[in-house]
């Protein structure tokens, strides 16, 4: 037995008035998940806590098992290792943007008008040619898309008690970095951090790539911003609790980070993008291919639902969900669905009208041979609050599916 977990990403909604008071779920045509819920178990899902509004990163942790309270050690571990960067225990990773700020630092611009990533790679690595004075410690810094980047500190005595330089709002200066604890490791790593935000400023004030932005009207990528201050999560693979094999479809580099450090095999999927615009069907055959190898579970994850609720724009949600719905036909025709389980939800609530992520649960359907089939006919908020799970647990989910497929070990004698 095996299964597929398919997260779509901010997903569940809340109702829009617009919609006569339905969520895009509740108005997308969307037989194959359906089928999903018809077939299957239904229920709802407090991804963290009723009422706690999950991070990608803390959501996607919970679905894969692991309690975000007692792993969760920042987001910017998690991306630098999504994006492919070497990341040993100990070292310190800081989330970073290219902004654009003042003679005075002020912030005019917290993504140097989402600067393109020509342009920042350009810039990135004239930034690591830097010469730090503390020979101790080694710096890598790596644009990933648009105004992104990732910071990775190697060396002893670093620590992540240490603040963000990044003032989070326009018109505000760039704060000092500051330790956040009485420790000599805290105050050394600020002073470090500190003196690369000066040097990358130095570098960038007059760096080419810059002049040239000005000149066609664009704001410069003058200053480099920090926060986030983490190190890698240090937790149990899924092969070391449930012995088994697994391997993940996603394309957003936090959820690739946490995917790893889950021991997970990330697989690269030619035209997944992370956008509404990515290859739903590459993913669809992709999963296929996983569940065709020796891959107890696979974890298939689609950003472009997050990315239409940010915008607040429902009907691209609606039309997202029916193209995530096209691609669960194509799965569910080429898989043996007597030896897969397939389970569909989303790892936070992210509502069109807020635009942002929200506490509420989110809906869950898993079907399978042998799940003990609902009521529940269709797949939405409303509806799967009524099914056979009931109301369960983001860290329930993992070992709901691995008892199905029989990898759930016995408490107790
Ligand atoms: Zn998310
Ligand atoms: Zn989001």
Redesign the pocket.
């Known amino acids: 037995m095996k299964a597929l977990l398919v997260v779509a ?2 997903m569940a909604d809340r109702p829009i008035k617009e919609l006569d008071g339905k969520t895009p779920l509740e108005v997308a045509r969307k037989p194959a998940i359906d089928f999903i819920a018809q077939s299957g178990i239904c229920g709802i899902v407090d991804v963290i806590s009723p009422g706690i509004p999950p991070g ?1 990163d803390t959501g996607n942790l919970a679905l894969l098992g692991y309690d975000p309270f007692k792993y969760y050690s920042g987001r910017g571990a998690l991306e630098a290792i999504g994006w492919g960067l070497e990341v040993k225990k100990g070292d310190v990773c800081l989330r970073c943007n290219f902004a654009t700020v003042d003679e005075n630092l002020i912030v005019l611009d917290r993504r140097a008008g989402r600067i393109s990533n020509e342009d920042a790679s350009k810039l990135a690595e004239s930034l690591q040619r830097v010469d730090l004075s503390e020979s101790s410690v080694k710096f890598t810094f790596q644009n990933t898309i648009q105004h992104r980047a990732v910071l990775v500190l190697q060396g002893s005595n670093l620590s992540t008690a240490v603040s963000d330089s990044d003032p989070k709002k326009i018109g505000m200066k760039v704060l000092e970095v500051r330790p956040l604890e009485k420790s000599f490791e805290a105050s050394f790593t600020a002073k470090i951090l500190n003196e690369l935000m000066q040097k990358f400023h130095n570098v960038l004030k007059n760096h080419e790539v810059n002049v040239d932005r000005i000149n066609r009207g664009l704001p410069p990528a003058n200053i480099v911003l920090f926060r986030g201050a983490g190190n890698i999560p240090c937790i149990p693979t899924l092969s070391e609790i449930y012995h088994v094999n697994a391997a993940s479809i996603a394309a957003t580099p936090l959820v690739r980070g946490v995917c790893k450090v889950a021991g997970m095999r990330v697989l690269n999927v030619e035209g997944a993008t992370g956008t509404p615009q990515t290859n739903y069907l590459n993913k669809a055959k992709a999963a296929v291919q996983a569940l065709s190898e020796d891959n107890a579970l696979v974890f298939l994850h689609v950003k472009a639902t ?1 990315v239409a ?2 915008d607040g724009d429902y009907m691209q949600k609606i039309l997202i969900i029916e193209k995530i719905d096209n691609m669960l036909s194509y799965i569910i025709d080429h898989v043996n669905l007597e030896e897969v389980y397939i389970a569909i939800t989303a790892d936070h609530t ?1 509502s069109c009208v807020t635009r942002n ?1 929200e506490g509420d649960p989110v809906p869950l359907a898993i079907a399978g041979p042998y799940v003990r089939r609902d009521d529940v006919k269709e797949y939405n908020e409303r509806s799967c609050a009524k099914g056979g799970l009931g109301r369960i647990k983001g860290i329930n989910v993992m070992p709901t599916l691995m008892n199905l497929i029989g990898k759930a070990e016995k408490f107790g004698s």
């Open positions: 990403d901010g990608s997050d609720s940010h992210t992520h």
